[in-house]
């Protein structure tokens, strides 16, 4: 399974910037879970093969990019882009993004070859389908309704938490796949910043190794994604500093073969 993380910022000298602002993440050039800089960072050959998207919520930076990557591809599209959601992100999707306000409603759009949007909607805990692979939603602890997955092309299977504060229902579901070949994890703030991960439901180092503890197999190796940019340099320092076995930052940009 091949993953990348798109970037979504530029640094001083116009080249891609390893701070994430946004969250996107391709798998296989074919399906993306979130779309927070999908229209901006994808490439060309994504922007062919991507008709599925697969959010882990409604916040800006999960999302920002969904409404200009349909727009982007409005005319030429010769089947809906399938936005796989559950019924409270459709919901907010379709009230505070796609209502003619902030952006057009594209649901209630066609071009000459039929619809352009069509929602997928699932409930958490649920496994379904999406293109070549199985997902298995697995509800995280997050400021709203978020999931994180399981994704499996049926030969490695990957998980990622999306945004979350501490959890079991994740890491229980990560200890029942067994065999894992990487869990991507969030942690957003440095451990200084307690109080405002505490009140959005985001991880810290500190955080981070007591949910890691969670994990019946030591060796899988875990990817760290959703660093505040503004923090990144102290979030990878005090990772560092904890020394937790098999962490790693995942490099925004690079395709990862899992
Ligand atoms: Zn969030």
Redo the contacts with the bound molecule.
Sequence with gaps: MRVQLLPSTIDENGRASARQHLLTMVIDDRVAIDAGCLAMACSLEQRANIRDILLT?T?L??IAGLPLFIDDLFASLTEPIRIHATSGMIETLERDIFNWSIYPRFSELSNDNGAVVEYREFSPGERFKIAHLSIHAVPVN???A?NGYLVTDGTSTIAIT??TAETDEFWKACNEARGLAAILVECAFPDEMEVIASV???LTPKRLKSELAKLETPHIPIQVINIKPMYRDKVIGQLQTLAIPNVNILELGRVYEF
């Design positions: 919520h916040h930076d999960h997050h400021q709203v978020a999306g945004d959005s439901h985001h």
